[in-house]
């Protein structure tokens, strides 16, 4: 077996798959970010919340009533948008012509109550999920073990990311979302609800979390604090590939992913700060974005 600059083939690529691993979280929350600020104009603070709410739902599910994960994967994201529904509704709508500051502080607040509340009623330490005996074992590659559970988050996240940009891009119903983001009276004036669109596109992006939580479940301790240690490097994400920007988020969250792998090998130290490093060095150059559209 080859050795690039001395790293065993076994060490590169397994970093590798992890950073496609986390690369998939990124994509699929970033995207979520960017469906919701991008046509809302709502930098939603929440998110790492209603991913967390995501695995608990699957953990839930599956402790309470004994509904397996693959039931989960279709049940979960729409209840967790459901509740992205309400709050859009109760509190979120009276925000859309304020200051986006406005809208990260309310939403910023709900995710400390919501965390709070988790913490308060399953303690802080991780709680395990028993995968699905297809998501166990995996494929023996030669250079590297690929583990079912994890090739199975990056086919899904693959499939979601690409879904959702075809339809917001290339279909009727995403012209007309991007058409409301930029003259709702018009739009509305065609006889099409626009508050309701506003409020399902919301839904939308946070079932998108959710999603990303149920992924998670099998992966990582199901946990109150999951998402607050992720958001972060989401929003950072989403600054890189432009806010807004549906593709943007896409790549970059991928891209981003396999960058900090392979951070890992090289330079162990620098992974945790590369992206912000990254975001810093591309708000210099092009403070929208790599897919950004300067205003």
Request: glycine fraction near 14%.
């Amino acid at each position: 077996m080859f050795e690039l600059l001395g790293i065993p083939p076994q060490v590169l690529f397994g970093q590798l798959l992890l950073g496609l691993i986390n690369g998939s979280f990124y994509a699929v929350l970033s995207l979520g970010l960017a469906v919701i600020f991008g046509l809302l104009n709502i930098i939603n603070f929440t998110h790492g919340a209603q991913y967390m709410l995501g695995a608990f739902g699957a953990w839930m599910l599956l402790n309470y009533l004994g509904v397996g994960y693959w039931w989960a994967v279709f049940i979960v994201p729409p209840i967790v948008g459901v509740t992205g529904i309400v709050l859009e509704r109760v509190l979120i709508r009276r925000l859309y012509h304020l200051d986006h500051l406005y809208g990260l502080l309310l939403t910023f607040g709900l995710a400390l109550i919501i965390v709070g509340f988790f913490r308060q009623f399953f303690g802080v330490s991780g709680l395990p999920y028993r995968p699905p005996p297809l998501l166990n074992g995996g494929y023996n590659l030669g250079f590297m073990y690929l583990p079912n559970s994890r090739a199975w988050v990056i086919v899904a996240s693959l499939i979601v990311c690409l879904a959702t940009w075809f339809i917001i891009e290339k279909t009727r119903l995403g012209a007309y979302l991007r058409a409301a983001t930029e003259n709702p009276t018009m739009v509305g004036a065609f006889g099409i609800n626009v508050p309701l669109l506003v409020t399902l596109t919301y839904g939308f992006g946070v079932a998108l979390a959710g999603f990303a939580g149920v992924l998670a479940a099998p992966i990582y301790a199901v946990n109150p604090n999951m998402g607050a240690d992720l958001i972060i490097v989401v929003f950072a994400v989403v600054v890189i590939g432009g806010m807004g920007s549906i593709l943007g988020s896409i790549l970059t969250g991928f891209g981003l992913g396999l960058i900090e792998g392979l951070t890992r090998v090289f330079y162990p130290e620098g992974s945790a700060v590369v992206i912000f490093v990254i975001m810093a060095l591309v708000l210099l150059v092009k403070p929208a974005g790599l897919f950004g559209r300067s205003v």
